[in-house]
């Protein structure tokens, strides 16, 4: 477990790097879209951000932030094959990871999504922008960070043995239930 709380951070980390080129990232789908002639539909998948990389970003800045994202999913897809591995779950686990994995699908569309507080991802942009094309693309990654975030919080507390409590000290003795564990004074039966 401890390994997959690494991992997240990790992640973690080179998601603030990442946003703090969201920006940029916003000027390179655009430019992206633009040169496919693709202003018509929003961005509404990896998929799509992988497309527009790999055959319409010329710019080396805008190919290694949209790369930068590719790579931050494609490290939290792998986390989840880690957390399937870690814990067998319940129904509460297996149903935060099953939506990571339909988040992180390189073809679903997540032109809903919209990340809230305490993600201001979507305020950065332009009205036009949130409502047309880009507020889901910025959304994915906040999300499903929440997502795995909860799964491990759920997973430390009611899933896994708690190391602290001593399986003697929770014992306890069923003949004492009705009786109290001492005898009072005075009531001796010999």
Same mark, same amino acid.
């Given at each position: 477990?401890?390994? @997959?709380?690494? !991992?997240?951070?990790? *992640? $973690?980390?080179? %998601?603030?790097?990442?946003?703090?080129?969201?920006?940029?990232? @916003?000027?390179? +789908?655009? +430019?992206?879209?633009?040169?496919?002639?693709?202003?018509?539909?929003?961005?509404?998948?990896?998929?799509?951000?992988?497309?527009?990389?790999?055959?319409?970003?010329?710019?080396?800045?805008?190919?290694?932030?949209?790369?930068?994202? *590719? /790579? *931050?999913?494609?490290? +939290?897809?792998?986390?989840?094959?880690? +957390?399937?591995? @870690?814990?067998?779950?319940? /129904?509460? !686990?297996?149903?935060?990871? $099953?939506?990571?994995?339909?988040?992180?699908?390189?073809?679903?569309?997540? &032109?809903? =999504?919209?990340?809230?507080?305490?993600?201001?991802?979507?305020?950065? =942009?332009?009205?036009?922008?949130? &409502?047309?094309?880009?507020?889901?693309?910025? /959304?994915?990654?906040?999300? @499903?960070?929440?997502?795995?975030?909860?799964?491990? /919080? %759920? !997973?430390?507390?009611?899933?896994? #043995?708690?190391?602290?409590?001593?399986?003697?000290?929770?014992?306890?003795?069923?003949?004492?239930?009705?009786?109290?564990?001492?005898? !009072? #004074?005075?009531?001796? #039966?010999?």
């Amino acid at each position: 477990m401890d390994e @997959v709380v690494e !991992t997240l951070g990790k *992640i $973690e980390q080179n %998601y603030k790097l990442f946003q703090q080129q969201q920006m940029t990232f @916003v000027k390179a +789908l655009k +430019l992206s879209r633009l040169e496919a002639n693709d202003l018509v539909r929003p961005v509404s998948s990896i998929n799509q951000v992988e497309c527009y990389k790999d055959h319409h970003c010329y710019n080396s800045r805008d190919r290694h932030v949209l790369n930068m994202f *590719i /790579s *931050i999913c494609n490290d +939290l897809r792998n986390l989840c094959q880690k +957390l399937e591995k @870690v814990h067998p779950g319940d /129904s509460v !686990t297996n149903g935060l990871l $099953e939506k990571c994995k339909v988040l992180l699908n390189d073809s679903n569309d997540f &032109t809903d =999504l919209r990340a809230t507080y305490p993600h201001g991802v979507v305020n950065y =942009l332009s009205l036009a922008e949130a &409502t047309d094309c880009y507020a889901g693309v910025v /959304s994915l990654i906040p999300i @499903v960070i929440d997502t795995m975030r909860e799964w491990i /919080s %759920y !997973t430390n507390k009611h899933l896994l #043995p708690n190391e602290r409590e001593c399986s003697k000290c929770k014992y306890e003795d069923p003949r004492l239930k009705k009786q109290a564990p001492w005898k !009072t #004074p005075g009531k001796h #039966p010999y």
